[in-house]
C-alpha cells in the first residue's frame, strides 16, 4: 500500500535496464540535459496513490514538522489518525510515509535531470553534477543536502550507476552528496536498488538514516511498503491489494494492511495495527507495550451482521522497535525486503 515509496521505485525503474560490465564510463556534470520524463510521471502517480489510500482514512490534523497526528497515544482515533497523517503529510520527517522517500526520490529526479542515465550496459559514473536545494524535484519544498542549516546552496553530487548483477533488482545507483567526483572507495551516502520486469516493479532506498522499499506486483494488484527510520526510530510496513491503474491510483481495494511503530526496544513509544478486507475492519494499539484501553477491536460495514477479523489479526511483537539488532547496512544490497502477505510484525 504504501504506493507512494512504490512510486518511487518505479519512477528510478523506468530508467533502468539489464547487464553487466566491469569497466565504467565516466560523464561529467552540469546543468544541462534533458528531462526524466519517466520520472517525474512515475512521482505523479505516487502522489495518486496517496491521494486514493488516504481517502480510506478520515481526516485528522496532523503536524507540519514532524506529521504526526494532534491526537495522542492511547486515544480512540489515534489508530486512523496517526495513518492519515503518515500517509498525507508533507512534512519531511524521515517516519512518514511522504518523509520516508521525499528526499532520495528528489534527488534521483534532480541528478537525473541535469546529467540524464544512461540505461546502458556498462557501469558509468557521472561527476560533479550540480543540483540546487530549491530544485523543483525536492516537492514540499527546498532540503538541505549539505547539512549546513539553510537550504539555499547549489551543491555537487557524483553518482554511480550499475546494471547487472544486482540480486533480486536490475540496477544500483550510488549516489555521493557534496562530491566532485564519484569515490570508488568511498561509501555512498544513498543507494538504489530498482527493478522494472513485466509484472513487477520495486525500489530500495538505502542511507545512514533509514531503508525504504516499496514493491509493486502488477498483475495481482499488490503493493508492499517498508520504511525503517533509525534517525527517529519509527518503523512502517504496509500491503494493500487491489487493481493498481497504470497513473498509480488504487481502486477497488480488497486488502489493506498497516503496522506503524515509534520507539526503539527498551523505550517504545507506541504501535498501531489496522487491517481491513473491505467489509470487516481490526484496529489495536499499544502504548509502550502495553494495549491501549478498548483496543483489539473488530467492525463490519454489513448491516446488522457480525463481524469477522479472525484472518485479520496482526499479532503484537515487540520486536517490530529492535534497530539495534537490524541495521541498515544489514539491507545495502540486492535482496529485496519481505513481499509476502498477510504481513507481520516481525522486524
Known amino acids: 500500500m504504501k504506493l507512494n515509496i512504490f512510486l518511487l521505485v518505479l519512477a528510478a525503474l523506468s530508467l533502468t535496464a539489464c547487464n553487466d560490465d566491469d569497466n565504467p564510463t565516466t560523464s561529467s556534470g552540469?546543468?544541462?540535459?534533458?528531462?526524466?520524463?519517466?520520472?517525474?510521471?512515475?512521482f505523479d502517480s505516487v502522489n495518486n496513490a496517496l491521494t486514493s489510500l488516504t481517502g480510506k482514512f478520515p481526516t485528522a490534523?496532523?503536524?507540519?514538522?514532524?506529521?504526526?497526528?494532534s491526537t495522542a497515544p492511547g486515544s480512540a482515533t489515534f489508530v486512523t489518525d496517526k495513518i492519515f497523517c503518515s500517509l498525507s503529510s508533507a512534512s519531511r520527517s524521515t517516519g512518514s510515509v511522504r518523509g520516508g522517500y521525499a528526499?532520495?526520490?528528489?534527488?534521483?529526479?534532480?541528478?537525473?535531470?541535469?546529467?540524464?542515465?544512461?540505461?546502458?550496459?556498462?557501469?558509468?559514473?557521472?561527476?560533479?553534477?550540480?543540483?540546487?536545494e530549491a530544485?523543483?524535484?525536492?516537492?514540499?519544498?527546498?532540503?538541505?543536502?549539505?547539512?549546513?542549516?539553510?537550504?539555499?546552496?547549489t551543491v555537487p553530487v557524483s553518482f554511480r550507476e550499475t546494471t547487472g548483477?544486482?540480486?533480486?533488482?536490475?540496477?544500483?545507483?550510488e549516489m555521493q552528496t557534496n562530491a566532485t567526483a564519484f569515490n570508488t572507495s568511498g561509501t555512498s551516502d544513498t543507494t538504489l536498488y530498482l527493478k522494472n520486469a513485466a509484472d513487477l516493479t520495486a525500489a530500495k532506498s538505502?542511507?545512514?538514516?533509514?531503508?525504504?522499499?516499496?514493491?509493486?506486483?502488477?498483475?495481482?494488484g499488490e503493493v508492499f511498503y517498508e520504511n525503517r527510520d533509525y534517525t527517529n526510530s519509527?518503523?512502517?510496513?504496509?500491503?494493500?491489494?487491489?487493481?493498481?491503474?497504470a497513473n498509480g491510483t488504487i481502486s477497488n481495494l480488497t486488502g489493506l494492511q498497516v503496522i506503524e511503530a515509534s520507539g526503539k526496544t527498551g523505550s517504545e513509544a507506541n504501535s498501531v495495527m489496522y487491517a481491513t478486507d473491505g467489509t470487516n475492519t481490526w484496529q489495536d494499539q499499544y502504548v509502550g507495550t502495553t494495549r491501549a484501553t478498548g483496543f483489539d477491536t473488530c467492525t463490519t460495514t454489513t448491516t446488522g451482521g457480525t463481524p469477522n477479523c479472525t484472518?485479520?489479526?496482526?499479532?503484537?511483537?515487540?520486536?517490530?522497535?529492535?534497530?539495534?539488532a537490524n541495521p541498515a547496512t544489514n539491507y545495502n544490497n540486492g535482496t529485496m525486503m519481505s513481499t509476502t502477505a498477510p504481513i507481520t510484525m516481525s522486524f
Open 30 to 42: 552540469g546543468t544541462g540535459g534533458t528531462t526524466p520524463v519517466q520520472t517525474l510521471n512515475a
Open 61 to 69: 490534523t496532523c503536524d507540519a514538522t514532524t506529521g504526526a497526528p
Open 103 to 132: 528526499r532520495t526520490a528528489g534527488l534521483l529526479c534532480a541528478v537525473n535531470k541535469a546529467s540524464p542515465m544512461t540505461n546502458g550496459t556498462t557501469p558509468t559514473i557521472h561527476d560533479n553534477i550540480t543540483i540546487s
Open 135 to 153: 530544485d523543483p524535484c525536492f516537492t514540499g519544498g527546498a532540503v538541505d543536502l549539505n547539512a549546513d542549516g539553510d537550504t539555499a546552496d
Open 165 to 173: 548483477g544486482q540480486g533480486d533488482f536490475d540496477t544500483k545507483i
Open 206 to 220: 538505502v542511507t545512514a538514516a533509514g531503508v525504504s522499499e516499496a514493491v509493486i506486483k502488477k498483475s495481482s
Open 234 to 245: 519509527n518503523h512502517t510496513r504496509m500491503y494493500g491489494k487491489g487493481t493498481v491503474e
Open 311 to 324: 484472518a485479520l489479526v496482526i499479532p503484537y511483537d515487540a520486536g517490530f522497535h529492535d534497530f539495534t
